[in-house]
T-cell receptor, first 113, second 114 residues
Framework: ETGVTQTPRHLVMGMTNKKSLKCEQH?????MYWYKQSAKKPLELMFV???????ENNSVPSRFSPECPNSSHLFLHLHTLQPEDSALYLC????????????FGPGTRLTVL | AQTVTQSQPEMSVQEAETVTLSCTYD???????LFWYKQPPSRQMILVIR??????QNATENRFSVNFQKAAKSFSLKISDSQLGDTAMYFC???????????FGKGTLLTVNP
């Protein structure tokens, strides 16, 4: 595996479910990001981790809970989501913060019923 | 605050022709970066080209080049000899430097017609 991978690629969940999105980067990068991509809107930065420490929580509702157990893995835990949370969730990584070229994963298409 | 504006939601071009996508931005950073990313349908977002703001020379990558006008805060992407595989959503992004956050525009959907 190379680059940034995300699983699952598609997820359908009810509002009472709990699920997790997984991101893994094989690039040796130190910074990882979660973005939300909705139709006709700019990418919204959700969370930023640097060396496994969260450095950004961009006013994201608590029903989204990130976890970064090591510099290669990033999770987004989901619970009691709303239909408006349906979107493409993108993970990205960069060598370090401030080195801004980010490498993106393919995304998880989330549908909340 | 950083802002990025892409004023063209959709564009189309004939194969082999040249097209220019517009982007304007605003930032208070002195040392920053600008990027164009490409997101093909149902595929991964990839970096097309990057420009360091301190460099006066416009960046080029094969058929892709930028017109960077720092004073005007303009960063347009020119695609020469357009190919069907260039069909994608293109996102302009700024800025970085001391602020690590990238701000993205809403994107321009480019369709290359045969």
């Amino acid at each position: 595996e190379t680059g940034v991978t995300q699983t699952p690629r598609h997820l359908v969940m009810g509002m009472t479910n709990k699920k997790s999105l997984k991101c893994e980067q094989h690039l040796g990068h130190n910074a990882m990001y979660w973005y939300k991509q909705s139709a006709k809107k700019p990418l919204e930065l959700m969370f930023v981790y640097s060396l496994e420490e969260r450095v950004e929580n961009n006013s994201v509702p608590s029903r989204f809970s990130p976890e970064c157990p090591n510099s290669s893995h990033l999770f987004l835990h989901l619970h009691t989501l709303q239909p408006e949370d349906s979107a493409l969730y993108l993970c990205a990584s960069s060598q370090d913060l401030g080195v801004n070229e980010q490498f993106f994963g393919p995304g998880t298409r989330l549908t909340v019923l | 605050a950083q802002t990025v504006t892409q004023s063209q939601p959709e564009m189309s071009v004939q194969e082999a022709e040249t097209v220019t996508l517009s982007c304007t931005y605003d930032t208070s950073e002195n040392n920053y970066y600008l990027f164009w990313y490409k997101q093909p349908p149902s595929r991964q977002m990839i970096l097309v080209i990057r420009q360091e703001a301190y460099k006066q020379q416009n960046a080029t990558e094969n058929r892709f080049s930028v017109n960077f006008q720092k004073a005007a805060k303009s960063f347009s992407l020119k695609i020469s000899d357009s190919q069907l595989g260039d069909t994608a959503m293109y996102f302009c992004a700024c800025c970085g430097g001391s602020n690590y956050k990238l701000t993205f525009g809403k994107g321009t959907l480019l369709t290359v017609n045969p």
